[in-house]
Structures are given as structure tokens and as C-alpha cells.
């Protein structure tokens, strides 16, 4: 090991002796020499005490940390890490089984990589970087997987366009770092989705409702279920496997409902308890009749950045409370915040705010949160991100 030194202002090397993963620029003292966006650097406190090596970035986030003893970041690195990560989902009865092969190998911080995300989708592992350190990294990080999971893997996309800071002006490098086929029919509980990684929101599907999903499913039987910000169905197919008479799922996007009508030919063909509608949110919400008993509600992040959390607040409140006035008595609500700004006490007291305005009687039946594939580091709390009340309206 041999990387540039950044030096630490007094007593802020605290956090790095409590393993948290990231040096915010405001710590840093000094650098020993220029070290360029996404170079690894060694990390020192006061007395020239060695902390940590990670990536160096311009930015709030200065270092994303690798790890905390002096070690040099080689292939066997990132062998051993990604083998951890892939054992762990073995454990979790995810990889390795008969009726699932679609997990999120790679969490970011939660499995010690701050900065890269890893989706498995059957043969496929699609692969984001949210830091620069980790876009370089991408040929040595691809090489790892293919040791790591051998004739399982066929296909390794890179997709990272939207999510590397545009600051480091760093081209476009989105494309396939082994094989080159363009979908695939991933396996979750035993349902069927295509997969369209590279025109697909996000990695292409949205891996961590898996458990609330198949929460759902328990609840569905006998009910008229509408699936709000559907995206590719996926909680639309629990529900119809769960019994629901009557299922509607509703995207704003009309590539994504197409996807959603793709899915019900694989798991349901021509099951006419289905119907699926591009249309925005409110629009649908204010129209619709009292029909419904079962409801999710999954919007997108409505905060992005901490400085717009009113907004999303009341953005929250508002959707939920057409929720509360329109379910069937005896109605269930599942409804989510996938806004990491947004904490789990503030969804609640915008759910509340909502309940409140609409006087009907509710009770939380669950709270839920990310799947065990979505690991939250302990020292890392702020990866904690999915927050779902499941509510039960009289
Ligand atoms: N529940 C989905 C994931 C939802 S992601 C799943 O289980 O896979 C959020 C979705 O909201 C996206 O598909 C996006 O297209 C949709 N969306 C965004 N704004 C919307 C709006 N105003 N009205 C309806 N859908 C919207």
C-alpha cells in the first residue's frame, strides 16, 4: 500500500474510529500531494495515526472508505468482498435456489463497498457505480464477479450515466462488461418479470420489495387491489397468486405498464382479473371509485435532497390521504417512502397527518422496511432507506 495521504483536522477522525465510512471534506486538513477524482488514499488522524483507505472524491463525500487496515486494494480485495456478499445470500436462501434468482449482490456501505451497487437478475449482474473510485474499478470489480460466480454469470452491464457526479465529466461508459444479451426473465417467489436493464428505471427492477411483496400476498384473497406506481407489476402478480379478484395496476409510464402487461402474459396470461393503466397518480386517485380494499401505494423519492423534505412531507400526505377517503371499509393500505431524507418518524407523521384528515379509524398492522439483501451497516445508518406502514382502515 502505497496511496496519497489525507491528513484530518483535530478530533475529526471520530467517526472513522467508529467505522463510519465516509470523510466529509470539512475534516480534512490536508493532502500530501494531488490525488485525482477516484484515486485511492490512505486516511490519517492526529499523531500520524493510520485510519482507513478508500476513494478519494471531489465533493461533500471526500472518501468513501474501503477499509479500515492498511491494505492495498487488489484483486483479491475485491474477490474476498464480493464472495462475502454472495455468500451472505446464499445464507439468505436467495442465490443458489430454485425459485429466486434475482437479489442485490452489492449494497453500497451495506456490504462495505460504499458507491456500488450490484443487482443479479438470473444470468445477469447489472452493475452501478455512485462513485468515481468505483467507475475505475469497474474492469477489476467485473473480473471479481466472474471468479466469484463462475458459469452462473453470462452477462455483467455497467449502467452508471445517471448516477456518477456530473462533476467528474467523465464520459459515457454504460455497456457490457461480459456477454451482451439485452433481457432476461428474472425469478422472484416463483413469479416471472423481464428485465430491461439498459431502458429500465434504476437497474431495471426494483429488487427491494421482494418481502413486502410476498407480505402482500397473505392479505390479497378475496379483495379488489389497486397497484399505484406499479412500475413492472410486482406487486400486482402476489396479489393475483394471493387470490384478489380484481387487480389494477397504474404507472405514469407507458413503457412501464407495457412491461406490466408483458409480466401478466408470463404469469397470468389472458387472467381478465387484470388491468393496467398509464396515468399520473392524482389524476387516477381523484377519479377513481370506492372499490377498492387493498391498496399501494409506492411512489418514486418525492425528496431527493434534504432541502425539499417539506415538500415531499406534504407530498406524502396529500397521496395518502385520497388513500384514507376511498378504501372499502375494512380497506388495507401498504404504502411506502423510499426517500432516504425522509425519516421513518416523519412518513409517519405525514401518514398520520393524512389518516387524521380523512377521520376514518386506522391502525398499523405492520411497518416494514429493505430486505436482509439490503444490508444497513451499523455504523452507517443512513442506509436504511425503505420505510411501508401497512394499515388497516374501518
Ligand atoms: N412498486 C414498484 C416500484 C415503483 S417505482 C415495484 O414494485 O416495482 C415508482 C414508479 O412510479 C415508477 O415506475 C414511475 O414511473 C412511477 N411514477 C412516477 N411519477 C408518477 C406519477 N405522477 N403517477 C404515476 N406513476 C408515477
Known sequence: MNYTKVFLRPKKEESLLRFHPWVFS????SIEGKPEEGD??????????????????????????LSFRPITIDASFWTERIRTAYNLRQALGLAGVENNN???LIHGEGDNLPGLIIDIYAHTAVMQAHAVGMHHARTEIAEALKEVMGDALHNIYYKSEATLPFKANL?????YLLGG???????ENGLKFYVDWQKGQKTGFFVDQRENRSLLEHYAKGRSVLNMFCYTGGF?????????????????????ISLTNKNVSLNFPDDPRHAAYAEDAFKYLDKMGDNYDLIILDPPAFAKHKNVLRNALQGYRKLNAIAF?????????????????????????????????????????????QPADHPVNIYHP???????????VE
Open 236 to 256: 400486482s402478480f402476489y396479489a393475483m397468486r394471493g387470490g384478489a379478484t380484481v387487480v389494477h395496476s397504474v404507472d405514469s409510464s407507458a413503457k412501464a
Open 26 to 29: 470539512g475534516a480534512i486538513q
Open 181 to 187: 444479451q439485452e433481457e432476461d426473465v428474472a425469478l
Open 171 to 175: 464520459t459515457n461508459e454504460d455497456g
Open 102 to 104: 434475482t437479489y442485490r
Open 325 to 369: 377517503e376511498k378504501i372499502k371499509p375494512g380497506g388495507i393500505l401498504f404504502t411506502f417512502s423510499c426517500s432516504q431524507v425522509v425519516s421513518k418518524e416523519n412518513f409517519r407523521l405525514a401518514v398520520f397527518s393524512a389518516a387524521a384528515q380523512s377521520g376514518r379509524s386506522v391502525r398499523i398492522l405492520h411497518q416494514l422496511t
Open 382 to 392: 443512513e442506509g436504511e432507506y425503505l420505510k411501508g406502514l401497512v394499515l388497516y
Open 40 to 65: 485511492l488514499v490512505e486516511v490519517y488522524g492526529s499523531n500520524n495515526r493510520f485510519l482507513a483507505v478508500g476513494h478519494y472524491q471531489i465533493g461533500s463525500i471526500a472518501v468513501r472508505i
